[in-house]
Nanobody, 122 residues
Framework: QVQLVESGGGFVQAGGSLRLSCAAS????????MGWFRQAPGKEREFVAA???????YYADSVKGRFTISRDNAKNTVYLQMNSLNPEDAAVYYC????????????????WGQGTQVTVSS
């Protein structure tokens, strides 16, 4: 069982930056593929980024070049650095975990955090 707790959301002006963190419980954190998803009101949950190991990463086209996913296995934490934010990035951001390869859809992820709100003003 893995428990995930996100933090770091908040309010930022367009063009600004935020760093989200996701702290995980469990002794096998390094073995999990970790993902970030987001969901805006009235929209489906969408993939943002994922990381497997330390070097295998994948990003949604909409965030490529602006967002960076990373992990610190010693701290059981995964991060999402978000730069050049725009109002279209506003959503609740969720951290997720799964065994195995990176997936860009939500159902294969077994564990989810409660989400953290990101608000971007224009």
């Amino acid at each position: 069982q893995v428990q995930l707790v996100e933090s770091g959301g908040g309010f930022v002006q367009a063009g600004g930056s935020l760093r989200l963190s996701c702290a995980a419980s469990g002794r096998t954190f390094s073995s999990y593929t970790m993902g970030w998803f987001r969901q805006a009101p009235g929209k489906e949950r969408e993939f943002v980024a994922a990381i497997r190991g330390h070097t295998s990463t994948y990003y949604a086209d909409s965030v490529k070049g602006r967002f960076t996913i990373s992990r610190d296995n010693a701290k059981n934490t995964v991060y999402l650095q978000m730069n050049s934010l725009n109002p279209e990035d506003a959503a609740v951001y969720y951290c997720a975990a799964r065994w195995g390869t990176i997936e860009v859809v939500a159902p294969p992820y077994n564990y989810w955090g409660q989400g953290t709100q990101v608000t971007v003003s224009s």
